[in-house]
């Protein structure tokens, strides 16, 4: 009788659990989606929102290359959509919100008192000075990070500016950090506690991240802070290359504003995601004026009305 009623007790709860939702997402938009997620579950409580945050192009891998099944991706940088999961990973591409870089830093930074955004470059140059940003490879911070030293460059006429501070070249790999100089981790969350703990000094970072963990920044001009899109033209002057779709083949990124991007995935065997409904339900919740107002609140900018590229007919499921 017990095991009976044990059985049915299993049962019960396997009936009643929450759908889950699986949102692979930007480590820079942790801190908004984990509010969306609590609004969100409190509408629709029928649903569990289970976030994994990593690099933007490493959660396109996750998807393309690990066949990990999700059913939301959203991207620091819409291309990672655009060029790693379209068409056949996702059927659209929602551009719902903007950004734009800063330097970032702490009272306990070397030169922190004497830093500003006139002498910045200088200061990042200075012996004993250490920097951060994530692995072009995997996080659009990362290459972002790099294209704002080459138009830093180009910006106050200092050629030498990249080569000295970063030297990567076209293409970065490990073996090209300069350990002495520059700290280099997946994604742009990951440098916070070290650079909080004094493991280095200054870290490219975008400015709503900035904001949300109280750190002291030093704003950048508009024609490098790729957070204009009034400058486009200016941003294109500076490129790099990241790893492609395939192994051996590469991608060239370009200067360009930034604009972040959301899709449903689309499962590779079935063609659906696991949570479909969930999963269209979660994407317009971001887009909606409630979501747009936490990101709002949260140090980004949103496109209002979103700006829907591809099939978007799921959405009005």
Same mark, same amino acid.
Request: glycine content about 6%.
């Given at each position: 009788?017990?095991?009976?009623?044990?059985?049915?007790?299993?049962?019960?709860?396997?009936?009643?659990?929450?759908?889950?939702?699986?949102?692979?997402?930007?480590?820079?938009?942790?801190?908004?989606?984990?509010?969306?997620?609590?609004?969100?579950?409190?509408?629709?409580?029928? !649903?569990?929102?289970?976030? #994994?945050?990593?690099?933007?192009?490493?959660?396109?891998? =996750?998807? &393309? *290359? $690990?066949?990990?099944?999700?059913?939301?991706?959203?991207?620091?940088?819409?291309?990672?959509?655009?060029?790693?999961?379209?068409?056949?990973?996702?059927?659209?591409?929602?551009?719902?919100?903007?950004?734009?870089?800063?330097?970032?830093?702490?009272?306990?930074?070397?030169?922190?008192?004497?830093?500003?955004?006139?002498?910045?470059?200088?200061?990042?140059?200075?012996?004993?000075?250490?920097?951060?940003?994530?692995?072009?490879?995997?996080?659009?911070?990362?290459?972002?990070?790099?294209?704002?030293?080459?138009?830093?460059?180009?910006?106050?006429?200092?050629?030498?500016?990249?080569?000295?501070?970063?030297?990567?070249?076209?293409? !970065?790999?490990?073996?090209? #950090?300069?350990?002495?100089?520059?700290?280099?981790?997946? =994604?742009? &969350? *990951? $440098?916070?506690?070290?650079?909080?703990?004094?493991?280095?000094?200054?870290?490219?970072?975008?400015?709503?991240?900035?904001?949300?963990?109280?750190?002291?920044?030093?704003?950048?001009?508009?024609?490098?802070?790729?957070?204009?899109?009034?400058?486009?033209?200016?941003?294109?002057?500076?490129?790099?290359?990241?790893?492609?779709?395939?192994?051996?083949?590469?991608?060239?990124?370009?200067?360009?504003?930034?604009?972040?991007?959301?899709?449903?995935?689309?499962?590779?065997?079935?063609?659906?995601?696991?949570?479909?409904?969930?999963?269209?339900?979660?994407?317009?919740?971001?887009?909606?004026?409630?979501?747009?107002?936490?990101?709002?609140?949260?140090?980004?900018?949103?496109?209002?009305?979103?700006?829907?590229?591809?099939?978007?007919?799921?959405?009005?499921?």
């Amino acid at each position: 009788m017990e095991k009976f009623l044990l059985s049915l007790s299993l049962a019960a709860i396997s009936l009643f659990a929450n759908e889950k939702i699986v949102v692979f997402h930007a480590g820079s938009l942790s801190v908004p989606f984990s509010q969306i997620e609590k609004k969100f579950e409190a509408k629709y409580p029928q !649903y569990d929102v289970i976030r #994994e945050a990593a690099g933007s192009r490493a959660c396109a891998r =996750k998807i &393309t *290359d $690990l066949h990990r099944k999700a059913d939301v991706m959203a991207s620091a940088d819409y291309k990672v959509i655009d060029n790693l999961l379209m068409p056949k990973y996702a059927k659209f591409n929602a551009l719902f919100a903007t950004n734009e870089m800063v330097i970032a830093f702490t009272p306990h930074s070397k030169y922190a008192n004497e830093i500003n955004s006139n002498n910045w470059t200088d200061i990042l140059l200075k012996p004993g000075d250490k920097v951060g940003h994530s692995n072009p490879n995997l996080d659009p911070c990362g290459y972002r990070s790099v294209i704002v030293a080459k138009l830093a460059g180009i910006y106050y006429n200092k050629p030498d500016f990249y080569n000295k501070l970063l030297g990567y070249g076209d293409f !970065y790999t490990n073996k090209e #950090e300069n350990r002495n100089k520059v700290i280099v981790r997946p =994604k742009e &969350t *990951d $440098l916070l506690g070290l650079l909080e703990a004094g493991a280095f000094d200054y870290l490219f970072i975008y400015k709503s991240v900035a904001k949300q963990h109280g750190l002291k920044y030093i704003n950048l001009p508009p024609q490098i802070n790729l957070g204009d899109k009034k400058y486009a033209n200016y941003y294109k002057q500076a490129s790099f290359k990241v790893t492609g779709k395939k192994p051996g083949t590469y991608i060239i990124k370009r200067g360009a504003p930034m604009v972040y991007g959301i899709t449903v995935v689309e499962n590779k065997k079935e063609g659906l995601p696991p949570n479909k409904k969930g999963a269209v339900l979660f994407v317009k919740f971001v887009l909606s004026p409630e979501g747009q107002a936490i990101m709002k609140k949260n140090g980004q900018g949103v496109i209002n009305p979103p700006i829907i590229k591809g099939n978007s007919t799921i959405l009005k499921d």
